[in-house]
């Protein structure tokens, strides 16, 4: 088992840069593939980013591309999530997942374990 802490959100301006890091304990860090999700009032939980185990590999979704960069240290048991350009419609609470998978995957039900989440709110 693992347990996941987000930290980083905030308010920032559009156009601003904010990142985000989530801290593993537990298992070995380097045995799960992780996972960026969010969610906004009212909406379904979405999708943002995924990493594989080594950090080799990486998927983004269409609406943050080239704005968007998840990274991992497995040395500091931590994954991050670099955002810049920031839009208002990137306002939502952010959650990091991690599956004992050993792909990365798109799909929240793939994920087993979830942090609490962290704020962001982007200003117009």
């Known amino acids: 088992q693992v347990q996941l802490v987000e930290s980083g959100g905030g308010l920032v301006h559009a156009g601003g840069s904010l990142r985000l890091s989530c801290a593993a304990s537990?298992?070995?860090?380097?045995?799960?593939?992780m996972g960026w999700f969010r969610q906004a009032p009212g909406k379904a939980r979405e999708f943002v980013a995924a990493?594989?185990?080594?950090?080799?590999?990486?998927t983004n979704a269409d609406s943050v591309k080239d704005r968007f960069t998840i990274s991992r240290d497995n040395a500091r048991n931590t994954v991050y999530l670099q955002m810049n350009s920031l839009k208002p419609e990137d306002t939502a609470a952010y959650y990091c997942?991690?599956?004992?998978?050993?792909?990365?995957?798109?799909?929240?039900?793939?994920?087993?374990?979830w942090g609490q989440g962290t704020q962001v709110t982007v200003s117009s």
């Open positions: 537990g298992r070995t860090f380097s045995s799960y593939a």
């Open positions: 997942a991690a599956t004992l998978k050993s792909y990365i995957f798109r799909n929240r039900l793939d994920y087993d374990y």
């Open positions: 990493i594989s185990r080594s950090g080799s590999s990486t």
